[in-house]
T-cell receptor, first 116, second 112 residues
């Protein structure tokens, strides 16, 4: 149980284009999902908290107009990187919170973004 | 937000027991301690979670002393495939919901 998927698993795009990444909780409902970014050899950095039916909460230093988050249902959150640039190239990981005991988060497999 | 502190790296040999200790001095009453494993280019995988004393599952044990200011993840008889980064996390209430703030993690290397 508690499986989270991401799509696509990797994407290459040209500078200036927008890229959408989907995060789905497959066997549970998640009122809260999280988006992280991870650069090589570094730890995960929380970008934003996505709440179903409301606006996302962004961490300090994360541009909300550049990283658009939509959490339209209890099983789907999307992250859109708008006008992507090479410095946005990174590994993007989502997680979904399983409410109740321990506030456990279950992570997706990640999406590798390469902006040329 | 509370911070967790772990050793940056550890080496071990196949078949040995590995103990990774995490410090979380500012843990709050309602906080749980959760450990994740991450392989390169993959999302973190849940290992174990606990609140106090000892928790054991099919892959690991988690020891938490009475003051809960630290915790120890114990991996019995590690194999080469256990080479990974291990993160200790304490969920924090922020902006109306609990969230994880990742520390550096412990890079475990299992040698043959």
């Amino acid at each position: 149980g508690a499986v989270v998927s991401q799509h696509p698993s990797w994407v290459i795009c040209k500078s200036g284009t927008s890229v959408k990444i989907e995060c789905r909780s497959l066997d549970f409902q998640a009122t809260t999902m999280f988006w992280y970014r991870q650069f090589p050899k570094q730890s995960l950095m929380l970008m934003a908290t996505s709440n179903e039916g409301s606006k996302a909460t962004y961490e300090q230093g994360v541009e909300k107009d550049k990283f658009l988050i939509n959490h339209a249902s209890l099983t789907l959150s999307t992250l859109t990187v708008t006008s992507a640039h090479p410095e946005d190239s990174s590994f993007y990981i989502c997680s979904a919170r399983l409410a109740g005991y321990g506030e456990t988060q279950y992570f997706g497999p990640g999406t590798r973004l390469l902006v040329l | 937000l509370a911070k967790t502190t772990q050793p940056i790296s550890m080496d071990s040999y196949e078949g040995q027991e590995v103990n990774i200790t995490c410090s979380h001095n500012n843990i709050a009453t309602n906080d749980y301690i959760t450990w994740y494993q991450q392989f390169p280019s993959q999302g973190p995988r849940f290992i174990i979670q606990g609140y106090k004393t000892k928790v054991t599952n099919e892959v690991a044990s988690l020891f938490i002393p009475a003051d809960r200011k630290s915790s120890t993840l114990s991996l019995p008889r590690v194999s080469l495939s256990d080479t990974a980064v291990y993160y200790c996390l304490v969920a924090r209430l922020g902006s109306g919901t609990y969230k994880y703030i990742f520390g550096t993690g412990t890079r475990l290397k299992v040698l043959a």
